[in-house]
T-cell receptor, first 115, second 114 residues
Framework: DAGVIQSPRHEVTEMGQEVTLRCKPISGHDYLFWYRQTMMRGLELLIYFNNNVPIDDSGMPEDRFSAKMPNASFSTLKIQPSEPRDSAVYFC?????????????FGPGTRLLVL | DQQVKQNSPSLSVQEGRISILNCDYTNSMFDYFLWYKKYPAEGPTFLISISSIKDKNEDGRFTVFLNKSAKHLSLHIVPSQPGDSAVYFCAASALKSSGDKLTFGTGTRLAVRP
């Protein structure tokens, strides 16, 4: 298996632009997570899905952030409009049948820089 | 507020010696703790975990200690190897209340000198 795939790996954009991050989870995994990593706050859970349904989005910072999972093999995290404080590394992770940390497999991340 | 804290952003250790990474938490509901390892340009990978019913869990060179009264856990790596150089994240969850969602610390960058 190729593992969790994220694209793009790097994104540089200007403030006010729309940014879309993409994730392909491991086939057969029922849970998908979006995390954000910053120096100040470490890794933060933004939202997670179970069987394509958003379960908990309490970590989404603002209405500018939205996430979708139209099918079991694809998810997007969108920021519109983007701001410099959104600069971070965004990770997608998937898990076969549980929220448990041991079973979460992370993608390589998307490094976002908003100028 | 940061419920899981890793107060040392970096640590440097000589190869063969012990590395001790520390983590403190504030939420008394946390009952399960994990350590992740992260190499540059890669996602975090699970390393070792411990339940609050234990005070120690060992896996090869890695041992995690939990002190519930102090709300403190530590990861010991013995002996340290250059390949252990990475960022280590501590994470916690409250199995009974928050459905296993993970709360992470800010990470500690470990450098093992040859």
């Amino acid at each position: 298996d190729a593992g969790v795939i994220q694209s793009p790996r790097h994104e540089v954009t200007e403030m006010g632009q729309e940014v879309t991050l993409r994730c392909k989870p491991i086939s057969g995994h029922d849970y998908l997570f979006w995390y954000r990593q910053t120096m100040m706050r470490g890794l933060e859970l933004l939202i997670y899905f179970n069987n394509n349904v958003p379960i908990d989005d309490s970590g989404m910072p603002e209405d500018r952030f939205s996430a979708k999972m139209p099918n079991a093999s694809f998810s997007t995290l969108k920021i519109q409009p983007s701001e410099p404080r959104d600069s971070a590394v965004y990770f997608c992770a998937s898990s076969p049948a549980s929220l448990r940390g041991e079973t979460q497999y992370f993608g390589p991340g998307t490094r976002l820089l908003v100028l | 507020d940061q419920q899981v804290k890793q107060n040392s952003p970096s640590l440097s250790v000589q190869e063969g010696r012990i590395s001790i990474l520390n983590c403190d938490y504030t939420n008394s509901m946390f009952d399960y703790f994990l350590w992740y390892k992260k190499y540059p340009a890669e996602g975090p990978t699970f390393l070792i975990s411990i339940s609050s019913i234990k005070d120690k869990n060992e896996d090869g060179r890695f041992t995690v200690f939990l002190n519930k009264s102090a709300k403190h856990l530590s990861l010991h790596i013995v002996p340290s190897q250059p390949g252990d150089s990475a960022v280590y994240f501590c994470a916690a969850s409250a199995l009974k209340s928050s459905g296993d969602k993970l709360t992470f610390g800010t990470g500690t960058r470990l450098a093992v000198r040859p």
